[in-house]
């Protein structure tokens, strides 16, 4: 099987051209080692993955035989990513809950506030 048509098929990724796009970028490597997305996947292949700024790394158990459901995906490979990138994903979460992106529209009535007490304390800094 197909490691683009894998991915997809253990729900990895939306879509089988997210997963061919991210084998096409080098985010997909096979044994250490980038691969294209018509390489094959065979049993005891590790794959690493970077999707969301963190690195996965499964290890292909068998093939399914079209895409699973999420109950029965862990039949098909083992999650051996080290708990150092599950922490960075938290991590991203917070950060991605706390800041707005620039230019998003205007601030909210927390933001105005805490703009307006920051001004105050700086003309108690003036003095």
């Known amino acids: 099987m197909r490691v683009d048509k ?36 065979f049993p005891s ?8 700024q963190v690195n996965y790394v499964i290890e292909v158990l068998t093939q399914p035989p079209s895409r699973v459901g999420a109950k029965l ?24 809950d706390y800041y707005r992106k620039k230019g998003t529209g205007r601030p909210t009535k927390k933001d105005r506030r805490d703009l307006d007490d920051f001004h105050e304390n700086d003309d108690f800094f003036e003095d």
């Open 6 to 41: 894998y991915l997809w098929c253990v729900r990895y990724f939306k879509t089988r051209s997210i997963a061919t796009n991210a084998c096409k970028k080098g985010q997909v490597k096979i044994n250490d080692v980038a691969v294209k997305p018509s390489r094959e996947v």
């Open 73 to 96: 995906v862990g039949l098909y490979y083992i999650d051996r990513t080290p708990a150092e990138n599950l922490e960075k994903l938290d991590l991203l979460k917070y950060s991605k």
């Open 45 to 52: 292949d590790t794959i690493q993955v970077r999707k969301n």
